[in-house]
């Protein structure tokens, strides 16, 4: 059997608990591949979120710490100014990093930090089964917003690449998506540039990740997809909102 | 000035505020990194070290709220730092969520804390009322935080250094718990070198410095599996907790041989009743003091060997709160003298008692003996 492209050799071979069709799983094989890549396995200090990335320590072979829900930024800049030379990533969910975590994220953004994000955009609170995110789409239904969402009491979805391309220190900020394989190499080719941009000391540089949550949504894997292609990609355009050398 | 033979280094008789002793204590004991937010009456803490820290080279950050600061301590501890933060009662309330990560991790950082009165935005003046929640653990779970009370400068400046030591020896968080007039005061003290309490501390191979050469490390609190993980994990930490309890209860005891009265009193209070149990002294009466200096472990054996001395004895507790500390007391001492032996004087209003309102507390009780 010819092998074309082995297992990362930064990801353990342990079962991932995502769920079938889950967009987790796709995104944390790229953080592999680009870890490899880079060669930053053994400098590298990830921050792991609340939600259903949490367990990430099972799956990626390096230093891990579990955070507060939202508050990875703030233990992130910690640790990069107590560890310059390290690579700091931080990964965040939609409510980790747009509900409860918003003033951190603004915040380590504003001050320019030299670290490395991935925001993962599933319109909703996956762990939780499916609540209404900040992300969440005018009509979409949840849990928590049975009716669909409204503007009128629930306000618009953030747009979380927008919100932070104002602050004047952010460097680096791009929407993706990993709804087909054309954009899956797009999202790795984000996450190299998001890893290297940090190695080479630019400063604060993001990727968001529209991600599947078929079991959040109430819909199947294939249907997941679509919903992303055919709603999410309208009201979070994909492209570049950010590039500073 | 006195020369310290270790390290060369010279022992000053300085003047400064407590908030500012406790920063320069810190910098002293190898704290690397400071995080805070500002609220009043512990400003100048951050205020001195965004300038020291500067000086030293060390890493100051205003963070953006409670929240984020206690979630850098968090960080930096995690990446092997001494680290430290300061706050007063509304943003100690923020912070609790950290703590109780912090102290699941078993992270060593110092916490200080200028108690001011509340519930609520209270006000700024000084308080005892965080008794409750830095000695019960304060945020959710079942955890606990070594809870060190100075009740005057060379406390605040050794307590800190301390602090440090007991935080990296027993892996938890150490608060530094002080008080508005603790914080604001200003009266002398010898500024010494660093004086380490143990000969060694446990290395910190759990820190995350990047797995080159060791496997990966990790720091988390969460427990799925296997399902006792979490009961595991809570057991140990009661083990631990119940360690402490057995090496570390600190607390001063003031003329308690053959007293008629011993007032239970820490911190600032403790500082007013003793000028109240001087002059009742001066008049002939048998009036002790009896002060706890760890809250958290509270000094059980040592009261109840003072109980036990003073036969017939009765028991004033002073609380700048409304009967908190008056709450271990009694728990301390139920099977030791009756309920109606332990009396209470208590202030809420973010106001401390008078030396004068303590006399005459004492003089009423007197009465009756
Ligand atoms: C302080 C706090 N509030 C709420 C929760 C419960 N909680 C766990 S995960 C989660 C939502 C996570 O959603 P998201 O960040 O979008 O990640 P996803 O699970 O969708 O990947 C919530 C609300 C918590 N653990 N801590
Ligand atoms: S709930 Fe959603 S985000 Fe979480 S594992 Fe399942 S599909 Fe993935």
Known sequence: MNIIKAQPKSITTESTKYCPGCGHGIILRLIGEAIDELGIREKMILTAPVGCAVVLYDYIFCDVVECAHGRAPAVGTAIKRVHPDKFVLIYQGDGDLAAIGMAEIIHAANRGENMSVIFVNNATYGMTGGQMAPTTLIGQKTTTSPSGRTIKGMGKPIRVCELLATLEETKYLERTSINSVRNINKTKAAIRKVFQNQLNGIGFSMVEILSMCPVGWKVSPVEAIQFIEEQMINYFPLGVYKNVE | ?369
Not at chain 2, 309 to 321: A, D, H, P, R, W
Request: net charge negative; glycine share 8%.
């Open chain 2, 1 to 369: 000035m006195a020369e310290d033979k270790n390290t060369g280094l010279e022992t000053k008789r300085v003047l400064m505020k407590g908030n500012e002793a406790v920063g320069e204590a810190a910098i002293k004991a190898g704290c690397l990194c400071y995080f805070a937010y500002p609220i009043t009456p512990q400003t100048e803490t951050p205020e001195y070290l965004s300038r020291r820290m500067e000086e030293e080279n060390l890493i100051f950050l205003q963070a953006e709220s409670e929240v984020a600061a206690i979630n850098m301590v968090f960080g930096a501890s995690a990446a092997g730092a001494r680290v430290m933060t300061s706050s007063s009662s509304p943003g100690i309330s923020l912070k609790q969520e950290g703590i109780s990560y912090i102290a699941g991790a078993e992270l060593p950082c110092v916490i200080v804390n200028v108690v001011r009165g509340g519930p609520g935005l209270g006000n700024i003046e000084a308080s005892q009322a965080d008794y409750f929640q830095s000695t019960r653990g304060g945020g959710h779970g079942d955890y606990r935080c070594i809870v060190l009370a100075p009740n005057c400068l060379q406390e605040c400046y050794d307590m800190t250094m301390n602090a440090f030591d007991l935080a990296d020896y027993y892996r938890m968080p150490v608060f530094i718990q002080s008080d508005g007039i603790i914080g604001q005061l200003v009266e002398p003290f010898d500024m010494h070198p660093y004086k380490p309490m143990f000969d060694k501390l446990p290395t910190k191979n759990w820190a995350l410095t990047g797995c080159a050469g060791r496997k990966p490390n990790v720091v988390r609190t969460l427990y799925l599996n296997p399902p006792n993980g979490l009961e595991m994990h809570n057991r140990n930490l009661e083990k631990k907790y119940n360690k402490i309890k057995s090496e570390l209860r600190w607390c001063e005891t003031y003329n308690c041989d053959n007293a008629d009265i011993i007032v239970i009193a820490y911190g600032a209070t403790s500082r007013i009743a003793k000028s109240a149990i001087k002059k009742h002294n001066d008049n002939g009466l048998k009036i002790g003091l009896f002060r706890p200096k760890t809250l958290w472990p509270w000094p059980e054996a040592e009261l109840v060997e003072v109980a036990q001395k003073n036969k017939g004895v009765k028991f004033l507790v002073i609380e700048m709160s409304m009967g908190q500390m008056l709450e271990d007391v009694l728990l301390t001492l139920m099977d030791v003298v009756t309920k109606k032996d332990i009396l209470f004087y208590g202030m809420g209003g973010g106001w401390n008692p008078t030396p004068d309102g303590v006399y005459a507390e004492i003089s009423e009780i007197a009465k009756k003996l």
